[in-house]
């Protein structure tokens, strides 16, 4: 079950026809990442907001420079990744409807933040969905889809990273992630591109260990 489960995920996020409609359940999270490193850095949470196009925006205030900034904009990136990694731990251990409503909890927390109609609908459509399947599907599948969203999250992690860099380079427009820390940090935009890319592929290598049963 494992292996069909990743193997779909890795589908999922491999194919450029369903990967635009997937690719929103990682924004959301992306953006959750924000927002909770925004609350635990002591800003001012103002809202969040999703697009069609798959981009989003988290607001909040505070002091425009310093520690707590860098860690609220660094935090969306990594976030689906390290999502995968913690899911993939409670799925070692067997605890599949723990994780189920973890992934509910998350999502009533976006949903209290969202500002605009499509991120409402694509947060309320990704809950029924975890909903439904963790009131009414029988434990076999529960768990199969337990581990299909582990493994897409965790491998869903790794390709934002690789479009965040071409994007890099056919615009210079500033305003991605990379971009804002570097003018927040002094370092190369390139370089936390690197890093993002180096703890998705850390979260995906701990996370397939852990799934396998390596560890």
Do not use: K
């Amino acid at each position: 079950m494992l292996v069909v489960a990743g193997l779909l995920a890795l589908g999922t996020v491999a194919s450029d026809r369903v990967w635009p409609q997937a690719r929103h359940v990682v924004t959301i999270v992306h953006e959750a990442g924000h927002a909770v490193v925004a609350l635990c850095a002591g800003r001012r949470l103002a809202g969040i907001r999703l697009h069609h196009d798959t981009s989003g925006v988290t607001v909040s205030s505070g002091r425009p420079t310093g520690p707590g900034v860098v860690c609220t904009v660094a935090a969306g990136y990594p976030a689906p990744a390290l999502l995968g990694l913690a899911a993939a731990g409670l799925l070692s251990t067997g605890r599949t409807a723990l994780l189920l409503q973890l992934f509910v909890v998350l999502l009533v927390g976006v949903l209290v933040v969202i500002r605009n109609g499509f991120g409402l609908l694509s947060v309320v459509v990704s809950m029924v969905v975890v909903l439904g399947v963790s009131i009414l599907a029988p434990p076999a599948l529960r768990a199969g889809f337990a581990a299909y969203v582990t493994w897409f999250l965790l491998i869903g992690g790794v390709r934002p990273v690789y479009e965040v860099s071409r994007t890099r380079r056919r615009r210079r427009d500033g305003l991605s992630d990379p971009d804002q820390l570097a003018r927040l940090t002094g370092l190369p935009g390139g370089l936390w591109v690197t890093i993002f890319g180096a703890v998705a592929l850390a979260c995906l290598a701990g996370g397939t260990a852990l799934l396998t049963g390596v560890w």
